[in-house]
Antibody, heavy 126, light 107 residues
Framework: EVQLLESGGGLIQPGGSLRLSCTASGFTFSNYAMSWVRQAPGKGLEWVSAIRGGPGNTYYADSVRGRFTISRDNSKNTLHLQMNGLRVEDTAIYYC???????????????????WGQGTLVTVSS | DIQMTQSPSAMSASIGDRVTITCRASQGIRNYLAWFQQKPGKGPKRLIYGASGLQSGVPSRFSGSGSGTDFTLTITSLQPEDFATYYCLQHDSYPYTFGQGTKLEIK
């Protein structure tokens, strides 16, 4: 069964740091891009960051660029999101999601975000 | 960056109604558009991929259409379990962007 399991959320003061992890199972993790998506309380979904399979290029939303760093450990099937300089507005549930197959073609390029983790809550408050 | 404009932001409908939700991209995104359903306290669930592909296990009353910049999610014959919030997502290029969401409520 394909699964994603996040961990690492919690309560942190403004300016603090937190590292989220997402452990994958049931698919060849190294072959897929992975994304982080967040949802602030009562708000919509916001794409945060992605890292490609294969070359491992990274991408960020403007709201987190320079503060958050995405990385992956293919030997442990694990995705990370290092969050520094946290702000109150970063308070949200953070989800990891299975993104696009590396070097995809045709229909396989549309198979994104079918699998999501259960989410981990990050609360930034003093 | 590609902007996604989703409408309406909220709507009310009755059981058995047909509803349509639209997303417009600020530039062409081919068919790299997915639709999601989210219920309170739950994570998003993918309904449609590639603009018109029906996710396995999703009832056939859900359908998607469009290509380029204009996309539509249609639900025919609304059922009680369909009252939820719906989002579109463009994944043509990073940064990916979601629509603002459509909250579908019971009339």
């Amino acid at each position: 069964e394909v699964q994603l399991l996040e961990s690492g959320g919690g309560l942190i003061q403004p300016g603090g740091s937190l590292r989220l992890s997402c452990t994958a199972s049931g698919f060849t993790f190294s072959n897929y891009a992975m994304s982080w998506v967040r949802q602030a309380p009562g708000k919509g979904l916001e794409w945060v960051s992605a890292i490609r399979g294969g070359p491992g290029n990274t991408y960020y939303a403007d709201s987190v660029r320079g503060r958050f760093t995405i990385s992956r450990d293919n030997s442990k099937n694990t995705l990370h999101l290092q969050m520094n300089g946290l702000r109150v507005e970063d308070t949200a549930i953070y989800y990891c999601a299975k993104d696009q197959l590396a070097f995809c073609s045709g229909v396989s390029c549309t198979q994104v975000f079918e699998i999501w983790g259960q989410g981990t809550l990050v609360t930034v408050s003093s | 960056d590609i902007q996604m404009t989703q409408s309406p932001s909220a709507m009310s409908a009755s059981i058995g109604d047909r509803v349509t939700i639209t997303c417009r991209a600020s530039q062409g995104i081919r068919n790299y558009l997915a639709w999601f359903q989210q219920k309170p306290g739950k994570g998003p669930k993918r309904l449609i991929y590639g603009a018109s592909g029906l996710q396995s296990g999703v009832p056939s009353r859900f359908s998607g259409s469009g290509s380029g910049t204009d996309f539509t999610l249609t639900i025919t014959s609304l059922q009680p379990e369909d009252f939820a919030t719906y989002y579109c997502l463009q994944h043509d290029s990073y940064p990916y962007t979601f629509g603002q969401g459509t909250k579908l409520e019971i009339k």
